[in-house]
């Protein structure tokens, strides 16, 4: 712009600053009570979760997070701790935190919100805000308006995390510099960034392959990766190949992979927005996702290096297809180093060609802090149960109570025999626990995959005891434990899946008999112990944390005693069986389990 007296004057775009543009800022530092940059549009998802790191030289407020009718924000305060307060409708809350936070140290800080509460941990403690209202599942992972500092009372300090930018357009900001103090590399009981990581220009740790956390002390065994804007993994050089498929599902905004040539340019990539999904090649294609809102897109990807092709598929059946120049040498997802808009969220179910992907680098990426379970996801839970268990970032159970079944426990249980799939069981009340010399057990089943727990016993404080039933590449197996070691006797004759089949088990002291169909084997048990100590219940078709069966079991006995849906105590993911055994078969039993 034209200055006073001839010349000019720079007004620089964020993210740079200095009298000619010239320093990229990359960590803001807010150097007076009027200090903010604001993103207009960002997408701030505090249902998944954010962190930021700050460190503070002088208090004053640090962010606000902004969306219609609601307000976060959080107040460094004269006495070194953070004050939040939320504003939804006319409702007002606040939480002060329970730790200090030092001047001219780096802090970390991570949010998260349900329904309602909001949890804010740092260092290693966490304080929640209970929000009693209905209100706030409603603003969950929105477009929120996210502003770091104040116009008018800002804190003094630097501010980083939240990526190179969270958005690149409308930003308004003022009295911002770059932040250069601080070092939160070194831990004293770790040295800089662990014995692999490297600590970058930021005071931050690289990590190697495998490693995450803020000096790179935690191992990384996560298969669904979370990125915030810094962070992107480079898959293994595959050059043997002429064709490889990707396939994952996302969640989240920004650069899904980048391609690049062997001198570094760019070829191919996709980026997801808010409204669309882009792939940029030689030519650039658009689908238009209506009513994205951070839904998990499941995504299909096609490399062709022979005709250098990519062709994208979606899950909602939309496909996209491009042209690229040149060799590809280098793919990243989730962004690279030099990308413009990395991505922010989680990826899960990450393949190539079918198989686990291998990594030779990645940098900021960290275990998915999201879970598939939501509020008020299993309609009918019952209490003293852990009604949702989630699976993963994506996927969850439902504990229902013995009345309903379904995957969200939205089916009121008719008396049909029930289904089972590798995520499902059916607990019982064990009415003669705790001990038996002898224990008989009666199934009559029929399953489409050749492996998966039948049965289990549940163990005790005081025993590991135990007994289980299950199937092992299409052939039944027993195994059992007294407590002096295991025993286990398998049928060496595969069942076949789809047709029914009996089993019948009888347990007398050490010794076991199992029965199926018309085969028989036995097995003994080590040590001097005669006795099955066992819980209080018991599970049929798998167990929390176990693989189960996939198929039906249609009559069900223990100790000649005939066992009905009415017996349970809870159920997960049931379905019904579309048919019962024929009434001709020599399997068909008086009872059923129903």
């Known amino acids: 712009i034209n200055a006073e007296y001839g010349g000019f004057a720079c007004q620089c775009q964020y993210p740079y600053s200095g009298a000619n543009c010239e320093t990229k800022i990359v960590v803001p530092k807010l150097s007076s009570s009027r200090s903010h940059v604001t993103f207009i549009t960002s ?25 219609d009718n609601f307000e976060l924000s959080a107040e460094y305060t004269s006495r070194k701790r953070l004050r939040f307060t939320a504003t939804l409708g006319k409702n007002d809350f606040s939480q002060t935190s329970s730790t200090s936070f030092a001047a001219n140290e780096w802090h970390m800080v991570r949010i998260k919100a349900n329904a309602k509460s909001i949890t804010f941990s740092y260092n290693s403690q966490s304080d929640e805000m209970s929000m009693k209202t209905n209100q706030l599942k409603q603003i969950l992972r929105k477009q ?25 357009n409308n930003i308004e900001f003022s009295d911002v510099e770059y932040c ?38 935690k191992e990384r065994i996560s298969r669904n990766p979370s990125f915030n804007r810094d962070g992107y993994m480079l898959l293994e050089e595959r050059p043997d190949e002429k064709t490889f498929e990707m396939t994952l599902a996302a969640q989240g905004t920004g650069a899904v992979f980048v391609a690049y040539d062997k001198r570094g340019n760019e ?42 092709t990519v062709y994208a598929e979606l899950g909602t059946g939309e496909s996209m297809l491009v042209y690229f120049s040149s060799k590809l040498s280098k793919l990243y997802i989730g962004g690279s180093p030099n990308f413009s808009h990395n991505f922010r969220g989680c990826f899960t179910e990450v393949k190539i060609n079918e198989e686990e992907p291998v990594y030779t680098k990645q940098m ?43 995957d969200k426990c939205e089916i009121q249980w008719n008396g049909q025999t029930p289904r089972f799939n ?35 016993t549940e163990s005790t404080t005081q025993h590991a005891d135990y007994m289980k039933l299950g199937l092992d590449q299409g052939r039944v197996y027993l195994e059992y434990d007294l407590g002096a070691g295991s025993a286990r006797v398998r049928c060496p004759r595969t069942v076949d899946e789809e047709e029914w089949h009996f089993v019948h088990v009888t347990l007398r002291g050490k010794h076991a008999i199992l029965r199926v169909d018309r085969w028989a084997g036995e097995a003994v048990s080590p040590g001097q ?40 105590v809870a159920s997960s993911n049931i379905n019904y069986c579309e048919e019962n055994v024929p009434e001709t078969s020599i399997y068909k039993l008086r009872y059923r389990l129903k």
């Open 364 to 406: 900021n990426v960290v275990e998915c802090p999201m879970e598939g379970c939501y509020e008020d996801a299993c309609s009918n839970s019952i209490s003293g149960e852990n009604s949702c268990v989630s699976n993963g970032p994506r996927y969850f159970s439902c504990v229902c109570d013995g009345t309903f079944v379904g």
């Open 529 to 568: 112990r005669n006795v099955l100590d066992v819980g209080s219940h018991f599970y049929l078709g798998g167990a929390p944390g176990e693989a189960g069966m996939s198929g039906c079991v249609e009559s069900m006995a223990v100790n000649d005693e005939p066992l009905t849906m009415s017996d349970t």
């Open 267 to 308: 070829l191919v990539s996709m980026v997801i927005d808010s409204t669309s999904i882009r792939l940029y090649g030689l030519a650039e294609e658009t689908v238009y996702i209506k009513g994205y809102d951070g839904a998990w897109l499941d995504l299909s990807i096609i490399f062709d290096l022979r005709f250098k």
């Open 43 to 67: 997408i701030v998802d505090i249902a998944a979760g954010f962190e930021f790191r700050f460190r503070p030289e002088q208090s004053g407020f640090v962010f606000h997070l902004i969306y």
């Open 180 to 217: 250069s103090e601080g070092n939160t590399c070194v831990a004293p009981h770790l040295g800089p960034c662990g014995q692999r990581g490297e600590c970058n220009e930021l005071g931050h740790c690289d990590c190697p392959v495998g490693r995450y956390g803020q000096y790179c002390e």
């Open 422 to 456: 590798e995520n499902s069981f059916l607990k019982f009340r064990n009415p003669e626990h705790n001990t038996k010399d002898n224990l008989m057990l009666s199934l009559v089943f029929k399953v489409s995959d050749g492996s998966g727990l039948l049965f289990s």
């Open 144 to 168: 929120h308006k996210f502003r770091i500092g104040d116009k008018s009372n800002s804190f003094v300090g630097c501010f980083y995390d939240m990526g190179e930018s969270l958005g690149r």
